[in-house]
């Protein structure tokens, strides 16, 4: 089992930024990627960044050059510093741990982020 605790979200004005962090405990030697996603009201759940543990990072276009994904391996904590946030990133925010290929996957509770324009 592994338990993810999400912190960061809030309400920010347009341009503004914002850091989601995501730590993570229990049985995690077998997680080899982490990654974040939105789900804005009404819409599907989408990807915005992920990280493997070889350290592979990929964002998803509309967040690519604010939006930046890291992890800290002391901490087990993986982090989303979201940078020139616009209305439309406006979304509840959830971090996802999980190993590629299994069905070894973690979802946190979710974080809401709101862009005030």
């Known amino acids: 089992q592994v338990q993810l605790v999400e912190s960061g979200g809030g309400l920010v004005q347009s341009g503004g930024s914002l850091r989601l962090s995501c730590a993570a405990s229990?049985?995690?030697?077998?997680?080899?990627?982490m990654a974040w996603y939105r789900q804005a009201p009404g819409k599907q759940r989408e990807l915005v960044a992920a990280?493997?543990?070889?350290?592979?990072?990929n964002y998803a276009d509309s967040v690519k050059g604010r939006f930046t994904i890291s992890r800290d391996n002391a901490k087990n904590t993986v982090y989303l510093q979201m940078n020139s946030l616009k209305p439309e990133d406006t979304a509840v925010y959830y971090c996802?741990?999980?190993?590629?290929?299994?069905?070894?996957?973690?979802w946190g509770q979710g974080t809401q982020v709101t862009v005030s324009s």
């Open positions: 996802r741990w999980h190993r590629l290929a299994t069905a070894y996957d973690y």
């Open positions: 229990g049985s995690i030697a077998r997680i080899n990627a």
């Open positions: 990280i493997t543990s070889g350290g592979t990072i």
